[in-house]
């Protein structure tokens, strides 16, 4: 190789090694970005589902069916709990709690009352 060429490949080398050596750390940064919208895209589709299933265990609440209400208000209440945080989902989540323990009690109309509750701050929370 003449001095020209040696040089040239060596300048080239220490961009190559630069554009490589920077351009790493950038590249984990925009990845943890893309699994923080992840798990937001998630805490949003909980809470939608979570919604759904309050709004079915007031159906079955106002029916007189306690057992379905606690069954849907269960499935809700754990929903909720992967739903991220916020003070109206944190009042969803003391509502529902309070909805499973009057149904289990046998108490369709007190529990309806908290589910629907429930489905206000979840719907408030989104």
């Known amino acids: 190789m003449t ?12 961009l ?8 790493m750390p950038i590249q984990s940064a925009f990845g943890e970005g893309g699994a923080r919208r992840d798990v937001v895209r998630q805490e949003k589709q909980n809470i939608k589902d979570a919604i759904e299933q309050a709004t079915e265990a007031v159906n079955h609440g106002k029916q007189g069916h306690a057992e ?3 069954t849907h208000a269960e ?3 754990q929903l909720a709990l ?5 003070p109206h989902l944190a009042e969803a989540i003391t509502h529902l ?10 108490h369709a ?6 589910a629907e509750n429930a489905v206000t701050h979840l719907s408030q929370g989104k």
Do not use: P, Q
């Open 16 to 23: 190559l090694t630069m554009v490589i050596t920077t351009g």
């Open 68 to 70: 379905k209400l606690v």
């Open 109 to 114: 109309d007190v529990a309806t009352r908290r």
């Open 82 to 86: 992967k739903g991220g945080e916020s």
């Open 3 to 14: 001095g020209h060429s040696l040089r040239l490949a060596t300048v080239l080398t220490g």
């Open 75 to 77: 499935a809700s209440l």
């Open 97 to 106: 709690k309070e909805a499973i323990e009057h149904g289990k009690a046998g």
